[in-house]
C-alpha cells in the first residue's frame, strides 16, 4: 500500500478559524487498513491527528506529522422496531449526518444541527446543544490504539461523559485515533427535546404547533443561524468558552448586583452562568483588535476577519478571561484546543 506524504502544507482550509500555519508533514487516509499502516511507520512515533478543525486554535506551524482522518460512510448496522443503531466513520462531517438521520426519519440528533466539525471529533467534546448532548444518543465508538494498532470498543460507560468533557480529553488523550462511532436513534414514537425557550418560541413563531424532527432541526439552524457566523464566511470555532458552573453561594452574590442575570440550575448546589453574558458585561461584544474579535451577534464565539494569527486570537482569549475573573470572580475555560 503506497502512502503519501505531503510536505509543508497549509493547514488554511483544514481549520474552521482559517489560520493560516503549515504542516511539516501532513498524511490523508480515508480508509482504517491505511490509518493502520501509517501508524506503523517508523520514521514518525508521534502525530497530530486532524479531524473537521472545527474544535482547535492553531497558534503556530505543526512540525508533528499532520494525520488528516478521512474514513467516509454511513449505515444502520440493527434495528428493532422503534430504534435503530447507526455506524458513522469519523470523516463524515457532522451536520451532513443529521441531514442523513432527517431523511431517512431517525430521530435523536435534531438539536444538534449545524454544529461544525466531523463525527469522529463529537465523542471527545460530547458534544451538545439546545438541551442534548452526544451521549444521549451514543451507543459506542471503535477507536485505535496509536502505539499498537489494535482496535477497541468504548462503551458509553467507558468513555466517561462530562459537560463537553470525555476520557479523550483525559487520561486517553492522544492514545486514541476513533474511527467511527455508533448512535442509538429513534425510528418511529420521537422523543422531541423542545424544553429550551429559544426552540419553542421558534416553532411558535412559525405557528408549528405539532413539531416533527424536522421541525425542531429547522428550528435550530434558524436561531443557530442568527445567532452564530458561518465558518466558511468569517473564521470561527463556535463556542470559544465553556460556560461556568458555580456553586449557588456565588450566584446568589453575583445577583446582588445582578438580579436578571440569566442562569441555569444544575443541582441543589450549583448553577450554571452563560459564558457569553459575562463576556458581553465586560464589553467585549462586537469588539475588534486588528483581524482578531468578538463577533457582534455572540459575545461567546471569537473570530477571525481575515488574517488573524493563532496567537493574536489566544492572546484576546487570555485578556477576556483575566477580565472576567477580575470582574466576576469566574474562571472561563477554553472549550477549543489550543495547539501553542
Keep these: 500500500m503506497q502512502i503519501t506524504i505531503q510536505h509543508k502544507v497549509s493547514l488554511k482550509d483544514f481549520n474552521t478559524f482559517g489560520i493560516d500555519v503549515n504542516a511539516k508533514y501532513f ?8 490509518l493502520i499502516e501509517v501508524l506503523k ?18 497558534t503556530r506551524d505543526v512540525e508533528t506529522p499532520v494525520l488528516h ?4 460512510g454511513k449505515e444502520v448496522v440493527a434495528a428493532s422496531s422503534e430504534t435503530v443503531i447507526v455506524e458513522v466513520q469519523a470523516g463524515e462531517n457532522w451536520h451532513e449526518f443529521v441531514l442523513w438521520c432527517l431523511e431517512n426519519n431517525y430521530g435523536g440528533v435534531e438539536n444538534l444541527s449545524l454544529i461544525p466539525g466531523n463525527v469522529g471529533t463529537s465523542p ?3 458534544i451538545g446543544a439546545y438541551g442534548v448532548e452526544l451521549k444521549d444518543v451514543f451507543s459506542h465508538c471503535i477507536a ?6 489494535e482496535e477497541k470498543v468504548f462503551t458509553l460507560e467507558d468513555c466517561q461523559f462530562g459537560y463537553r468533557n470525555s476520557i479523550f480529553k483525559n487520561e486517553a488523550k492522544g492514545n486514541y485515533i476513533i474511527t467511527s462511532v455508533f448512535f442509538e436513534l429513534t425510528s418511529r414514537k420521537h422523543s422531541l427535546n423542545i424544553s429550551y425557550g429559544a426552540i419553542q418560541q421558534e416553532l411558535e413563531s412559525n405557528n408549528i404547533t405539532n413539531p416533527t424532527i424536522k421541525d425542531v432541526s429547522n428550528a435550530v439552524i434558524a436561531i443557530r443561524q442568527r445567532k452564530l457566523p458561518n465558518p466558511k464566511e468569517i473564521g470561527n470555532s463556535g463556542s470559544f468558552f465553556k460556560n461556568p458552573i458555580i456553586l449557588k453561594t456565588a450566584f446568589e452574590a453575583l445577583q446582588k448586583n445582578y438580579p436578571n442575570a440569566p442562569h441555569y440550575v444544575v443541582s441543589d448546589t450549583e448553577i450554571k452562568v452563560p459564558a457569553g453574558w459575562l463576556i458581553e458585561q465586560c464589553g467585549f461584544k462586537g469588539k475588534r483588535f486588528g483581524d482578531a474579535g468578538v463577533h457582534k451577534h455572540q459575545a461567546l464565539v471569537l473570530v477571525n476577519y481575515g488574517n488573524a494569527k493563532g496567537s493574536e486570537i489566544l ?7 483575566e477580565t472576567v475573573l477580575e470582574k466576576f470572580n469566574i474562571a472561563i475555560e477554553a472549550e477549543v484546543n489550543v495547539i501553542s
Excluded: R
Design 144 to 149: 485505535i490504539d496509536i502505539k499498537t494498532q
Design 41 to 58: 511507520l517508523p520514521e514518525f512515533q508521534d502525530y497530530f491527528v486532524l479531524g473537521g478543525g472545527s474544535n482547535m486554535l492553531l
Design 124 to 126: 471527545i467534546q460530547n
Design 315 to 321: 492572546a484576546l482569549a487570555k485578556k477576556i478571561q
Design 27 to 34: 498524511i490523508s487516509v480515508s480508509t482504517k487498513k491505511e
Design 69 to 72: 482522518v478521512n474514513l467516509k
